[in-house]
């Protein structure tokens, strides 16, 4: 038994080709991401040392820092609308009929990609023979707004889009976490007379914090990182008044091709999703609710 | 008495506050479903029926064509078979790699395997973003740069992290009798994993590979960045070129996202179950 399953040359042909994917595609990068960032560089040409001038840059780039203050916001309704999700999950999992069906619709808008909804959520905002201000002249709303193009409206309309497209996501594993409960003591709450909010609200919810601390990392870390959603949606616009980190760092590395620029962009993209994913984790360390 | 009467009323409330919860349920559902149904009826109009008609009218008659002519001279069927392709290479590999490395992992005994599984698992915070430009500038160096090879090399590299983490959670619940009996029975290391192991495995490597191919079907950036040649690009990228040349044209950008998005439709209605027990089980991929 043990000879043959300790067989040096099977265990390097069986890991190998993996593990060299991934060193040569994930972890070489991002540590070149940071050296790159030490560079002046277009890409092409030679690179100069120019030391840690990209990131003195950027700590005085005010584009940066808005499209920085842009992540951070979506971060937070992200995290806020949880809440609405764990409200949804909670009545599924009460005794409802056709749970699983709804379940299933909530999760489609999840599996399409984020360019065919970006696509589809521009018709729908469309000013003129979209879906919302059709609606809204209905009910009476006189020159109902231009959407995505409003500086002051596009981050909120994005962030409907990433609602409905990440609503079926979250409720799935709340579902799953809810489903999981004992249902003993569930049982025993209600003989001493609980209502179903108190039950849901004083022995459900403190029962799957673990679970729910780890969708606000995944929320949190997932809103940095958008992209696909906004560059096609909006590409920044109007005038920067939706860029995010990610697309910021893109347009800097593939419009204007400074690639060290871009890449220290992209190392603190790294840092504060690794710092944010450590900080999280640390606060879940004890738990052991979700299974992966 | 009055008890009576307040044990009625009382489940008269609880029948409305049950009322009330489902039509909460059902508008969520509408909020998430209808915007798809839209969309398939705007792919059915004429542009005279979008600019001059309610956006909520039904298609007067239905424009199939529109099908038709963006599949025949939008390439979307060239976008399409390009789609296929990539993502069945690159599901398979991954699929096939991840086994290796889990079974590797699970079943065998070395000095690094804690050290190697520790470096998937944190292979999986990354975010693309900070790997893409040293990737671009690989890839070119290698020759490599609109060539489909680096499409389908990151694709696995980004996906190993998270089909392992599934298929783990997996492989510690298999018994392991019949592989130990196959040792004994003087069985390689190969014939067990390829004909004990993998095919005891086959529900899980199902939930796994429609997880990657939902993925792999709907990724963009690295198509986007690294595929110039318009004969090599996915429908991500490939509607967006098309889409840039027919802005005004709804009936055919409708039928483009409608032909994008089928293919995951058709394997959300045989495979869900899969599909949610995949995504629960994978739930920290951000």
Redesign the interface.
Known sequence: MNKVMSNKVVIALYTLPALILILALIYGPILLTGYYGLMDWNGIGAMTFIGLDNYVELVQDSKFWESALHSFLLAIFSTLSLAIYLIISLILAGKIKGSNLLRKIYLIPMLLSSVAIAQLWIKIYDPNNGMLNSLLQTLGVENPPAWLADPNLVLYAIFVAILWQYAGFYIIIYYAALKGLPESLIEAAKIDGATPIQIAYKIKVPLIAGVIKVTIVLAIVGSLKYFDLIYVMTGGGPNGASEVIASYMYKKAFGIYDFGYGSAIAFFLLLITLVVTWLTRKLTASEDEIQY | MASLAQAKENSTFAKIGMIL??L??II??V???Y??V??FM?SLKSNSE??GL???ALPQEPQWENYVRVWTQGNIDMYFFNSVWITLVSVLLTVL??S??T???T????KFSKL?LA??MI?Y??????????????YLKLDLIDNPLSII??Y???N??LT???LL?FYYTLPREVE?AA??DG????RI?FQITLPMTTPVLATTAIINM?YN?????FVN?FISSDHLKT???G??NF?GQYLTD?GA??AT?VI??IP??IA?LVL?DK??EG??????K?
Do not use: K
């Open positions: 919860l489902y909460a349920l969520v559902a909020f998430q479903l915007p798809l839209w969309l705007f979008v600019f309610s956006p909520f790699l991840a290796f490395v079974f590797a992992i079943r065998m005994r070395w190697v470096l998937f292979g915070m990354v975010p693309i973003h900070s790997a893409i430009i040293p990737l671009f500038d690989f090399l990151s696995v590299a980004f190993l992290p392992i983490m599934i959670g130990e040792v004994v069985c390689s290391v190969h994993f939902i079907w709907n990724e963009f950036i960045t429908l991500t990228v509607i967006q889409i709804w950008i409708g996202l994008s998005i995951i439709l959300f869900s599909i949610v995504i629960a089980a994978g739930s920290v951000g």
